[in-house]
């Protein structure tokens, strides 16, 4: 089964902020890993990748510079600031909440129809 855009819409910045917990990356990168750690069922569009790394630079949580990476090309990376580590540690704390409050009232609704 698909994950729906809509539910995980709201948090992509958090996506994004967790894979550069774990390591400096560029775009195509992040997207890869993504599309991989879901087994294929999350991959996130292009735009809606660079608009959220506009966001998400825009409000000091991660940073840019460019890389080298052989024959002479060059890649973006994003890297994340101290302030984004505080917020995606917020996010995945308000994540969690949200998740037990919507695992415990769908419960309800199941045990109401058992």
């Not at 037990?100 to 058992?114: F, N």
Request: aromatic share 8%.
């Amino acid at each position: 089964m698909s994950i729906g855009g809509d539910l995980i819409r709201g948090h992509t910045e958090a996506i994004i902020l967790s894979q550069l917990l774990e390591k400096d990356s560029y775009g195509y990168e992040i997207n890869k890993t993504i599309s991989r750690v879901s087994c294929g069922r999350y991959e996130l569009k292009e735009a809606t990748l660079y608009t959220a790394f506009k966001r998400l630079e825009d409000g000091g949580l991660i940073r840019s510079y460019w890389g080298e990476q052989g024959a002479g090309a060059r890649r973006k990376y994003y890297a994340v600031t101290p302030l984004g580590v505080e917020t995606c540690r917020r996010m995945t704390a308000e994540w969690i909440e949200a998740r037990e409050i919507i695992d415990q009232l769908l419960k309800k609704g199941e045990s109401d129809h058992a």
